[in-house]
T-cell receptor, first 113, second 116 residues
């Protein structure tokens, strides 16, 4: 079993839709959770960074962490064609392992006009 | 230049060649990382440098040799690679390499490597 599971997609939605992207994980030591966006032929760009459980909102993006279920989500409201990219979840523990991130495989999102 | 830059952006090399990838960060960070990204696979951490000292070597074959001459520059020296080493090689940096708050990793655009 992979430490982090992420549906690879592709996920195709119409412009304006609410998008829900998800990851599950197995390591209860993970405390920091991140979402990166990666456009084709570019490096990953940090979108959201959260600690422990709860919600964090930034513009059209909301990150949710449910540690009891070992489940994290990224919601995109009013999706735009410019949101078309691959979204990677990443996570790490607090102690030990330094700053080592464990990534999901990424979900490819396409927002269509 | 801002953020994290990588050169070259594309590289094609034969299995007997020797080449180097370069990364430079303009963020004043103290930790730098090399990752390998292959299709349908999660990013694989290869090496971590914190304050110019290697703190992690993730069982990477010796045909990959990192070098960190200072906190702003990171190199990945390549020799006698295999076709399965073809991938996107990403460099990242963070304020520190110890984990916890304030250690978010920022990535460069990557070098697309093809080994023929």
């Amino acid at each position: 079993q992979k430490e982090v599971e992420q549906d690879p997609g592709p996920l195709s939605v119409p412009e304006g839709a609410i998008v829900s992207l998800n990851c599950t994980y197995s390591n209860s030591a993970f405390q920091y959770f991140m979402w990166y966006r990666q456009y084709s032929r570019k490096g990953p760009e940090l979108l959201m960074y959260t600690y422990s459980s709860g919600n964090k909102e930034d513009g059209r993006f909301t990150a949710q962490v449910d540690k009891s279920s070992k489940y994290i989500s990224l919601f995109i409201r009013d999706s735009q064609p410019s949101d078309s990219a691959t979204y990677l979840c990443a996570m790490k523990g607090v102690t030990g392992g330094g700053n080592k991130l464990t990534f999901g495989t990424g979900t490819q999102l396409k927002v269509e006009l | 230049e801002t953020g994290v830059t990588q050169t070259p952006r594309h590289l094609v090399m034969g299995m007997t060649n020797k080449k180097s990838l370069k990364c430079e960060q303009h963020l004043g960070h103290n930790a730098m990382y090399w990752y390998k990204q292959s299709a349908k696979k999660p990013l694989e951490l290869m090496f971590v440098y914190s304050l110019e000292e290697r703190v992690e070597n993730n069982s990477v074959p010796s045909r990959f040799s990192p070098e960190c001459p200072n906190s702003s520059h990171l190199f990945l020296h390549l020799h006698t690679l295999q076709p399965e080493d073809s991938a996107l090689y990403l460099c990242a940096s963070s304020q520190d390499g110890t984990g916890g708050a304030g250690s978010e990793q920022y990535f460069g655009p990557g070098t697309r490597l093809t080994v023929t």
